[in-house]
């Protein structure tokens, strides 16, 4: 089965700190994206950062990094400088193919409070 | 603008009424998805669909239904069969290729 895991339910960091959250995943696929969505309270979902498997290096957006693992199954997102904007509930996904379509699994979040 | 729409942001309903929820998109994708948000859980997929006139059944497709006629909607009616209907309901779509998914606004259904 295809799962995501997060371990952490809840994380706080003060704001300009730097937090890492974390994701493993349980796949047999070789070929597959990850990604990680936040939620703010407005609820909207919003694509933080996204890594191809087949990608050795690390992707960064901006003040957003991920520590992509391969062989350990792990991807864990990195936020620097924290803000208040970005208390938000996060999200890690993995998409893989099935049967000529694709399917996309969440793991059941991380909601992070940024404490000024 | 480009982007998905979901209507109504709230709706109410009484048990053993069938209600439909909106979800409309201008970006050309061929993909749509619906899925289902409950507190402590994460999105869980109700049905996808990859083509006009064709979808499938997701994890937890019991007691729903969806429609694809034509590329920009993706309809999800929400049966009285559904035991616990009362959730946050996202819409997404995308262009498929392992390309991420864009998602709507959402709709919270309050079933009483």
């Known amino acids: 089965a295809q799962t995501v895991t997060q371990s952490q339910p809840e994380m706080s960091v003060q704001e300009a700190e730097t937090v890492t959250l974390s994701c493993t995943y349980d796949t047999s696929e070789s070929d597959y994206y990850l990604f990680w969505y936040k939620q703010p309270p407005s609820r909207q979902m919003i694509l933080v950062i996204r890594?191809?498997?087949?990608?050795?290096q690390n992707a960064t957006e901006n003040r957003f990094s991920v520590n992509f693992q391969k062989a350990a199954k792990s991807f864990s997102l990195k936020i620097s400088d924290s803000q208040l904007g970005d208390a938000a509930m996060y999200f890690c996904a993995y998409i893989y193919p099935q049967g000529g379509s694709e399917k996309l699994v969440f793991g059941k979040g991380t909601k992070l409070t940024v404490n000024p | 603008d480009g982007g998905i729409t979901q209507s109504p942001k709230y709706l109410f309903r009484k048990e053993g009424q069938n209600v439909t929820l909106s979800c409309e998109q201008n970006l050309n994708h061929d993909a749509m998805y619906w899925y289902r948000q409950d507190p402590g859980q994460g999105l869980r997929l109700i049905y996808y669909?990859?083509?006009?006139?064709?979808?499938q059944k997701g994890d937890i497709a019991e007691g729903y239904s969806v429609s694809r006629e034509k590329k920009e909607s993706f309809p999800l009616t929400v049966t009285s069969a559904q035991k616990n209907p009362t959730a946050f309901y996202l819409c997404?779509?995308?262009?498929?290729?392992?390309?991420?998914?864009?998602f709507g606004p959402g709709t919270r259904l309050t079933v009483t």
């Open positions: 890594q191809e498997a087949y990608k050795q």
């Open positions: 997404a779509s995308s262009t498929g290729q392992r390309n991420e998914q864009y």
């Open positions: 669909s990859q083509i006009v006139n064709d979808f």
